[in-house]
């Protein structure tokens, strides 16, 4: 026996639903932290909740919260147990980034091999030692790259602490013979020097199995081939660092491991959808957006959530500009471009939380950071019979986009305003 009335909709719920902590009426709730998801109140897998476009031709990653990295194929979501990864595209512009021991250039010190799996990528590791200068190190990918003046290059170097505790990781000018650096104990590395080119961006984070990845990036100071290696920093001979890994990649927000060894390695960028049916997204709703670890490349923008027909005209979108402001976009034939500045998100890689909420009876847009600075906008979103597609961390046309961990996207029907939308977003 059917209850209802053609054309409503009725959700029971039992008041313990575990979606009913962001609202009772939720209509569709992805919980990517906690890999649990619904959909008009019944439980469902994660592919009826989104879809994801990857087309890169090989394996990518997802690294988990033990520290270890995940595999994925093609076109598949990257959810790990620290939520849906979305990068932009990646270009690895060095070879062999994860074959060391096999492929790596020996400038004066020895290597032997290290055993393990690290990472759960790496079996190729190895153990570097001195032979009495600091200088002493192991090259990765080669002669490295031909590099232009003054544009950012990013750099990643995965190691395990050896017996000198230390480690210099050295980008090097080959035909100048100059060298920028990183160095120090391992877990407290510094930027060393900034002879080749400047380094930015500096970040040196814990991974599991002891490994850590440092990651930055380098302005060179000329147009030349340049390359990665690291060293034990040590003026002993004997002491030693484990070298797991690295790789020169074209600046951006990630640095992601791409796994074709030899030549120009290339990822495509993750394209995530959320299939609303398109009367949800046409009536009035608001959707939750929880997002973490945000990386913008160095005055770069990045889009957050797109809601569009897929073309410029008919567009509400959610990105961070340059500034480091939250700025929502509204595009209409009828009305015309709008935007809506709102607060500022530094690119800190800390958690935020957006409630954006539009109604299409009345044209207006509201929007509300971590539950707080909420905003409004009036009158200005797009028809309601042309808004068919909602995007993740992208835009309409999928270009700028930012790396980040969605950890919740939810939609509740309604428009909110006020403490309403706030009570969502915080």
Same mark, same amino acid.
């Given at each position: #026996?059917?209850?209802?009335?053609? &054309?409503?909709?009725?959700?029971?719920?039992?008041?313990?639903? /575990? /979606?009913?902590?962001?609202?009772?009426? +939720?209509?569709? $709730? =992805?919980?990517?932290?906690?890999?649990?998801? #619904?959909?008009?109140?019944?439980? $469902?897998?994660?592919?009826?909740?989104?879809?994801?476009?990857?087309?890169?031709?090989?394996?990518?990653?997802?690294?988990?919260?033990?520290?270890?990295?995940?595999?994925?194929?093609?076109?598949?979501?990257?959810?790990?147990?620290?939520?849906?990864?979305?990068?932009?595209? &990646?270009?690895?512009?060095?070879?062999?980034?994860?074959?060391?021991?096999?492929?790596?250039?020996?400038?004066?010190?020895?290597?032997?091999?290290?055993?393990?799996?690290?990472?759960?990528?790496?079996?190729?590791?190895? !153990?570097?030692? =001195?032979?009495?200068?600091?200088?002493?190190?192991?090259?990765?990918?080669?002669?490295?790259?031909?590099?232009?003046?003054?544009?950012?290059?990013g750099f990643s170097a995965l190691y395990?602490?050896?017996?000198?505790?230390?480690v210099r990781v050295v980008l090097r000018?080959?035909?100048?013979?100059?060298? @920028?650096?990183?160095?120090?104990?391992?877990?407290?590395?510094?930027?060393?020097?900034?002879?080749?080119?400047?380094?930015?961006? #500096?970040?040196?984070?814990?991974?599991?199995?002891?490994?850590?990845?440092?990651?930055?990036?380098?302005?060179?100071?000329?147009? =030349?081939?340049?390359?990665?290696?690291?060293?034990?920093?040590?003026?002993?001979?004997?002491?030693?660092?484990?070298?797991?890994? &690295?790789?020169?990649?074209?600046?951006?927000?990630?640095?992601?491991?791409?796994?074709?060894?030899?030549?120009?390695?290339? !990822?495509?960028?993750?394209?995530?959808?959320d299939p609303l049916p398109a009367h949800?997204?046409?009536?009035?709703?608001?959707?939750?957006?929880?997002?973490?670890?945000?990386?913008?490349?160095? &005055?770069?923008?990045?889009?957050?959530?797109?809601?569009?027909?897929?073309?410029?005209?008919?567009?509400?979108?959610? !990105?961070?500009?340059?500034?480091?402001?939250?700025?929502?976009?509204?595009?209409?034939?009828? %009305?015309?471009?709008?935007?809506?500045?709102?607060?500022?998100?530094?690119?800190?890689?800390?958690?935020?939380?957006?409630?954006?909420?539009?109604?299409?009876?009345?044209?207006?847009? =509201? %929007?509300?950071?971590?539950?707080? @600075?909420?905003?409004? %906008?009036?009158?200005?979103?797009?028809?309601?019979?042309?808004?068919?597609?909602?995007?993740? #961390?992208?835009?309409?046309?999928?270009?700028?986009?930012?790396?980040?961990?969605?950890?919740?996207?939810?939609?509740?029907?309604?428009?909110?305003?006020? +403490?309403?939308?706030?009570?969502?977003?915080?």
């Amino acid at each position: #026996m059917r209850l209802g009335v053609p &054309g409503l909709k009725l959700q029971f719920h039992r008041g313990d639903d /575990w /979606w009913a902590a962001l609202h009772p009426k +939720a209509v569709l $709730v =992805s919980d990517f932290l906690n890999d649990r998801y #619904m959909r008009q109140g019944i439980d $469902v897998p994660l592919s009826s909740n989104a879809t994801c476009v990857r087309g890169s031709g090989h394996v990518d990653y997802a690294l988990d919260v033990d520290g270890r990295f995940t595999p994925f194929a093609d076109n598949i979501l990257r959810r790990s147990t620290n939520g849906l990864l979305a990068e932009t595209l &990646g270009t690895r512009l060095t070879n062999y980034p994860d074959t060391p021991l096999t492929n790596g250039a020996l400038i004066v010190a020895n290597a032997t091999a290290e055993p393990g799996n690290f990472l759960n990528v790496f079996s190729n590791a190895a !153990r570097v030692s =001195s032979n009495g200068a600091t200088w002493h190190r192991l090259t990765i990918g080669g002669a490295g790259f031909a590099a232009t003046i003054g544009l950012p290059y990013g750099f990643s170097a995965l190691y395990k602490a050896g017996s000198s505790g230390r480690v210099r990781v050295v980008l090097r000018d080959e035909p100048g013979a100059v060298d @920028s650096s990183c160095a120090g104990i391992v877990g407290a590395v510094g930027i060393d020097g900034n002879w080749a080119g400047t380094i930015s961006h #500096m970040r040196e984070t814990l991974l599991g199995d002891g490994v850590y990845l440092l990651s930055g990036i380098i302005t060179p100071n000329a147009s =030349s081939n340049y390359s990665i290696s690291l060293s034990p920093d040590s003026n002993i001979t004997g002491e030693d660092v484990v070298v797991i890994g &690295g790789w020169i990649e074209a600046a951006g927000p990630s640095t992601p491991i791409l796994d074709n060894p030899a030549g120009i390695g290339a !990822r495509a960028a993750d394209i995530i959808a959320d299939p609303l049916p398109a009367h949800w997204v046409s009536d009035a709703l608001t959707i939750v957006l929880k997002i973490d670890k945000i990386e913008i490349a160095a &005055g770069g923008e990045g889009y957050l959530l797109s809601v569009s027909d897929g073309t410029t005209a008919n567009i509400l979108d959610l !990105r961070i500009d340059g500034s480091g402001t939250l700025v929502a976009r509204a595009n209409s034939a009828n %009305l015309g471009l709008q935007e809506l500045f709102g607060t500022q998100v530094a690119n800190d890689g800390l958690p935020h939380t957006i409630a954006l909420s539009w109604d299409n009876g009345t044209g207006d847009v =509201s %929007l509300s950071l971590d539950g707080v @600075s909420e905003v409004a %906008l009036g009158r200005n979103v797009p028809a309601a019979a042309t808004i068919d597609q909602v995007k993740i #961390m992208s835009a309409y046309d999928t270009s700028l986009q930012p790396k980040g961990l969605c950890t919740l996207f939810g939609a509740v029907p309604g428009y909110r305003t006020g +403490a309403a939308l706030e009570a969502l977003g915080g």
